[in-house]
């Protein structure tokens, strides 16, 4: 028995074969492509606005408490190079109740991968303060006083940009 391919089948068998070289091909490129955009948000900053809003006349009391138990953690970061910069503000003048927080504590992290990794950050926190009960029962005091927390990764913009 002698089975011929018929010319029909021969194209487009030939024309699967270009269709998977072309896949194959264009999925190289995108890799290749993909790797120097990926390593440059690596390499890039990546900054978040956290903001928070404290129950009317205890704003004082939330500061104080982050000032002496989450701000030294995140200096400890600065200094293992995971977090770049850290700074606060408190809006000078009174703004609508909807709208009003009381701090924005900004940090400009490494990159966005240290931002969002897995960061276990308890070994800090026993190492600053051994008194674990005192520590766990201010951070839960620092939060209960507040009435919202948000977080807000920014870009920046090019204005001059075209």
Known sequence: MNLQVAPAARVSQ?????LI????FQAQHSF???????AKAQDKPFVVEYYYKARWGFADEFIRLFKKNHYPV????????????????SPRYHNTED????????????????????????AITRQLYPDQETFKR???????ILLAHWDL??????????
Do not use: C
């Open 74 to 89: 995140l200096k400890k970061q600065i200094e293992l190079g995971r977090i770049l910069q850290v700074n606060a503000v």
């Open 153 to 162: 990764p920014i870009k920046s913009v090019d204005l001059d940009e075209k």
């Open 32 to 38: 290749v492509h993909a790797q120097p955009s990926q």
């Open 138 to 144: 201010e951070e839960q005091r620092r939060f209960e």
């Open 21 to 24: 070289t072309l896949i194959v």
């Open 99 to 122: 709208g009003r927080w009381d701090y924005r504590v900004t940090i400009v992290w490494k990159n966005v991968e240290v931002a969002h990794d897995e960061f276990d950050s308890e």
């Open 14 to 18: 030939l024309g699967l074969m270009i």
